[in-house]
């Protein structure tokens, strides 16, 4: 398990590092100019002189292969730069809205996975039955829906019609204090939101995973056995059935980013995915730079917890084998 | 859109009944398929009405017989909105999709005919691209070449195109080992000749399925970038774009100018792989009781 690891975290320092230099020569092809936009309409005025200068100074003026090394050697050091458009270090951005990404993206996994699994138990109880059509056809249709459209009709729903929950942010606008149970109340709609986008991937999973066990061997033998349906469905099927569904959770990563990224920003909660659309919208080079790395470091850790899982899980894999 | 196991036990199988919702389905979603296609190409011709007409004094009208879907803000129809940004969309899921299975094909061939440190490479920098989530890859090329309609298509094809690559090179692989290409091998045909002549048209069908469930995705992502303000220009108007629109109206609490817009994304997307996972049944009855997200 630790070769494992070690293995996996030695593969992705080259993935990391090809991500980031195509980052630097995205940026470097396009015919966005940092100076223009740092300088603003000020750049309008200027002589050449003056923007050769800013050039100079902010170290734009060396081919972007050398700018990367140095994002990089600073980077290892913690300093990611300045971001142009929150007016802060990027590293700082990124310490204060973590919590806040991480918080709304467990709480809505692990509603997610829980609701996941009930559903789809239920559903491959009876195949065919209406309870499953109706779960099916449900899962299928949330699949199609664009989260946002989602998010905005919850907002319509629950906080404009019925009045029962904030629309968005993080605390009442009144409030000058974080409290938790502001907090909580605010992150039922974007974290349930969230957790419905996530759903039906995994209700169709443990669906399918729990109606095979259901035909094999093990599950008859309960059966023969006279145990309990109970017992068959969450002791024997579940069991086996779930296994393959709790290795893909980690690959689901990925995902999750993406209805982060659009659900913070509906919800304007402060996490790291509103800040990315917030420095694409103005082009905030350091801050992209450092959270397309960071994303891409979520997905590889992602993908090294679903292959210890499915270890750990799974008695017949070897971790010397993978 | 199939999750129907055939691995299931003889004694629960429900076999005619289930045979006759399966047709069924593939009824409704021909049709719908069908309807989506004419409205998008017909109406725009045929309808001498402006979309972009304005009507200070129909502003935000409830649906009712005159508008079936109300109108927007500006007194604008809806119904005729969202079938002209159902037009945009799908012309660019449609091309971003054609785009991103060319550039799949192509790279899933070449890795699986050349073999060795070509593939090895190849198939590591497949690997590296998807390591960084889909919708951040596109919002930075977004981002970086300005919001328009090319970049959102380019960005678009080039992060759909790596299960394309991973499907068509599995494919070759499996295929390499048959003696119709030991066949032609021996009969002194080229690599290249293998690969364009044998190979390519038997991956073709494989290709051509990807691409169909990838115009949904592609649509999808369009309009999560419209949203976000980093899609199509406004003048322009998309799915996401309207939806985008209709926040200021949602929050005043006329509820029609986001929902609709959403539902002519969910019906065609539906649809589209209804059709698509009766077709890969057709093409592949083995791998019917996979899932097909």
Avoid at chain 1, 208 to 233: K, M
Avoid at chain 1, 269 to 295: H, K, M, N, R, Y
Avoid at chain 1, 309 to 316: C, E, I, N, Q
Wanted: hydrophobic content about 55%; charged content about 15%; proline content about 6%.
């Amino acid at each position: 398990m630790a070769r494992l690891t070690g293995r996996r975290l030695l593969f992705a320092v080259p993935v990391l590092l090809v991500v980031t230099f195509g980052v630097f020569a995205t940026a470097a092809a396009s015919p966005f100019d940092p100076v223009k936009a740092y300088a603003g309409t000020a750049a309008l005025g200027a002589d050449a002189g003056t923007l050769a200068r800013l050039r100079e100074n902010m170290g734009v003026d060396q081919p972007f292969a050398s700018r990367w090394w140095h994002w990089l050697t600073a980077a290892l050091t913690g300093d990611l730069g300045q971001s142009s458009v929150l007016r802060q270090p990027v590293a700082q951005v990124i310490g204060e809205r973590l919590v806040w990404s991480s918080l709304l993206c467990a709480v809505a996994f692990a509603v997610a996975v829980l609701t996941g699994t009930v559903l789809g138990v239920l559903a491959a109880r009876r195949p065919g039955s209406t309870l499953d059509r109706l779960v099916t056809s449900l899962a299928y249709s949330l699949e199609a829906a664009p989260v946002f459209w989602l998010a905005l009709l919850a907002i319509w729903l629950f906080a404009l019609q019925l009045d029962l929950l904030p629309a968005g942010g993080l605390t009442d606008t009144a409030s000058e204090q974080v409290t938790p149970g502001q907090v909580a109340s605010h992150l039922v709609l974007p974290a349930g939101v969230l957790a419905v986008s996530q759903l039906p991937w995994f209700t169709l999973y443990v669906r399918q995973g729990v109606g095979d066990a259901l035909a094999e061997d093990p599950v008859r033998g309960a059966r023969a056995r006279g145990l309990s349906e109970t017992t068959v469905l969450f002791g024997h099927a579940l069991r086996s059935g779930l296994l393959p569904v709790l290795t893909l959770i980690g690959s689901r990563v990925p995902e999750l980013i993406t209805g982060a990224l659009l659900v913070e920003s509906v919800f304007s909660w402060p996490g790291i995915a509103a800040a990315t659309v917030e420095a694409a919208t103005a082009v905030d080079f350091p801050l992209l730079a450092a959270l397309s790395t960071l994303a891409t470091a979520a997905v590889l850790v992602g993908n090294l917890l679903a292959d210890l899982l499915y270890g750990l899980f799974d008695p017949r894999v070897k971790f010397s084998d993978m | 859109m199939t999750c129907d196991s055939a691995a299931e036990p003889a004694w629960r199988s429900y076999g005619t009944s289930r045979r006759a919702t399966r047709a069924v389905r593939v009824r409704v979603s021909a049709a719908l398929v069908a309807a989506t296609v004419l409205a998008v190409l017909l109406v725009p011709p045929l309808v001498q009405l402006d979309q972009q007409a304005v009507d200070l004094s129909a502003k935000l009208l409830p649906p009712s017989w005159a508008h079936p879907f109300g109108t927007d803000d500006l007194g604008r129809d809806l119904l005729l909105r969202c079938v002209y940004g159902l037009r945009v969309s799908l012309l660019v899921g449609v091309v971003a999709a054609l785009a991103a299975t060319v550039l799949g094909t192509a790279v899933g061939v070449s890795a699986g005919v050349l073999g060795g440190w070509v593939d090895r490479g190849v198939m590591r920098v497949v690997d590296t691209v998807s390591s960084v989530p889909h919708l951040l890859l596109g919002i930075f090329i977004v981002a970086m070449f300005r919001p328009g309609v090319w970049p959102v298509a380019v960005s678009v094809a080039l992060t759909h195109w790596l299960s394309t690559a991973r499907i068509v090179r599995a494919e070759v692989l499996s295929l390499r080992s048959r003696p119709y290409i030991d066949a032609a091998v021996s009969g002194g045909a080229s690599r290249w000749r293998v690969a364009v002549r044998h190979l390519l048209p038997a991956v073709l069908p494989q290709a051509a399925l990807a691409a169909v469930l990838m115009v949904p995705h592609a649509m999808w992502h369009e309009s999560a970038l419209s949203f976000l303000g980093l899609g199509l220009p406004t003048h322009l108007a998309s799915l996401g774009n309207l939806i985008q629109g209709a926040r200021g109206s949602l929050l005043a609490g006329q509820w029609w100018p986001t929902l609709f817009p959403g539902l002519f994304i969910i019906v065609p997307t539906l649809a589209i792989a209804g059709l698509a996972g009766a077709w890969r049944e057709r093409i592949n009855p083995r791998r019917r009781s996979e899932l097909m997200l």
